[in-house]
DNA sequence: CGTGATATTGACAGGTCTCAAGACAAGTGG
DNA sequence: CCACTTGTCTTGAGACCTGTCAATATCACG
């Protein structure tokens, strides 16, 4: 053995085996629901009704999304049920979506909710690449082969769709407007994979925490998600460090000390920026 | 001021400004051309010669690269000549090929020798995002949109061609299999990023380097650049260290560990694995 | 021979981790 | 209604990994 290296971090013992479900699920997703209150609720509890209709057409982020060109494709191309493995599935929070090694054949699409998209060693580290909410694909990557290793992961309870990626690829393939816009979903993606690894690589943590705030709210202020200065924020502080490479313990620490100067305020599962002037200062933004 | 937040670690002061060649530089040319003694040798020095005829016919990473197909290509589509901005350009070792800004129009790739494409704070912190040898693009989203705050810089002297961005992405947009061939290294790149963020969030520093070498040996070992378990090595420790995000002071420490232990050996610019089995237990690979 | 880049080494400091204990909320079963 | 569990968050003490600083050596180069 190696014993002259030094040995690396326990992993952390906080494990997914859990199968009960966690305190403030259904706040979740109430308060999810309130943010999205132009879903039509019919669609939220009969969700094996209608597989011919696209239910993207309800989505927040129709316009972000892949779903939306899926939803003006012609019927004619190919017949809209067989793109569609099932209707949307609801799962509740803290279940994978998507397990490592299941990515053969379907790539799935988060409808509403938020997950994390994740690597996990076999000792139980684990690395948050993305936190994915509703329209988003867990990486446009995934649309054009298999990915292995990544795990999904619902944070608050989901709705997700899983497409035939077969299928999917001839759509792009034949659709110069659709390749456009994925293309443009790349770029973007890349664009977060390379920030993400000069925060890793490069930030300490307070830093990484104010960027991954500053980030979130951003996102959800694209999607019409933010009340003034105030998100619902369902994040469990083992997500914030799984995604910025730190413990849970630590996170606590900077996040008080956060809240401590009113930079921001957490209370509930909503996340309120005080003085968001500061915040960008210590994010380094 | 945030007064009450840590302070980042000093940038290093190792900059980039310095335009002197450094040492090792004609080794490093020597040693690669020895490696590649399939490139002719006229391709070298008469670099703006031929503009018509494409060299990537004698590059060594032919079949990997964007450069087979736009070789492959009947002249007929778009004219080879308004492909390239210009020639094969050469620069010398620590040489910045691309600018942080200057994304706008063309594509760079690499056709000979070793490069490193990073993304550089204001204060000087750097984090690597990979190595590009021969055949190799810098990213494959920039293919299709600009992106920014990307800087390029030659390890061993570099030789290079631009393409413009406009003419590469109708050539693509037209041809399956082109597309089929992006796609696939485009996974591959989003695979390697992940990869990249677990090691930076993760991983302690004997893992990540012990990977970093593991990952060029492996990458070296595709193009037939190993000789036996000896390979050529042109990073400097800086070059290691900003790629796996530690410091060079610390990164030579665990290089010395290595050593020491009979794990590798460097010797000027070379590198042997003397002890892989060894070397996978500390890469945790 | 001075300069600049690189590499090595040691002492020290500091950021983050580990471990532990406790508090709290919510759900469960008695 | 009350123990009990589970998950989460907080806080403190101490350890350890890595960063900072400094001195020195080497090498290439002009």
């Keep these: 053995m190696a014993d002259w290296i030094t040995p690396g971090p326990k992993a952390s013992k906080d494990g997914l085996e859990s199968e009960s479900e966690q305190a403030g699920a259904d706040l ?3 308060h999810s629901d309130a943010h999205n209150d132009e879903a039509a609720p019919a669609l939220l509890d009969g969700a094996d009704s209608e597989i011919g209709a696209c239910a993207c057409s309800a989505c927040p982020a129709h316009a972000f999304s892949l779903c939306a060109a899926v939803d003006k494709m012609p019927a004619t191309v190919t017949p809209l049920a067989t793109l569609i493995e099932s209707s949307a599935q609801t799962v509740p929070a803290r279940r994978l979506i998507c397990h490592p090694k299941d990515w053969s054949e379907f790539v799935p699409i988060i409808c509403q909710g938020w997950a994390a998209s994740s690597i996990i060693l076999a000792d139980g580290r684990r690395q948050i690449l993305s936190f994915l909410l509703s ?3 867990v990486s446009s990557a995934s649309l054009f082969g298999s990915i292995s290793g990544r795990s999904v992961e619902a944070i608050t309870p989901v709705r997700y769709r899983k497409f035939r990626r ?3 690829k001839a759509l792009i393939f034949n659709d110069p407007d659709l390749l456009e816009k994925i293309s443009r979903i790349w770029i973007e993606e890349r664009e977060q994979a390379d920030q993400l690894a000069l925060d ?3 930030r300490m943590a307070p830093e990484r925490i104010a960027r991954l705030i500053l980030y979130i709210a951003e996102k959800l202020g694209k999607r019409g998600m933010m009340t003034g200065n105030t998100m619902f924020f369902p994040l469990r502080q083992r997500h914030i460090a799984d995604a910025t490479g730190l ?4 996170v606590s620490k900077v996040l008080s000390d956060l809240q401590r100067n009113g930079v921001v305020q957490i209370s509930g599962r909503s996340l ?3 003085n968001e002037t500061e915040l960008r200062i210590v994010a380094n933004w």
């Design 166 to 168: 077969k299928d999917i």
């Design 28 to 30: 979740a997703a109430e």
């Design 200 to 202: 890793l690589g490069r």
């Design 247 to 250: 413990t849970p313990v630590h």
């Design 272 to 274: 309120t920026i005080n």
């Design 135 to 137: 329209g988003d694909l």
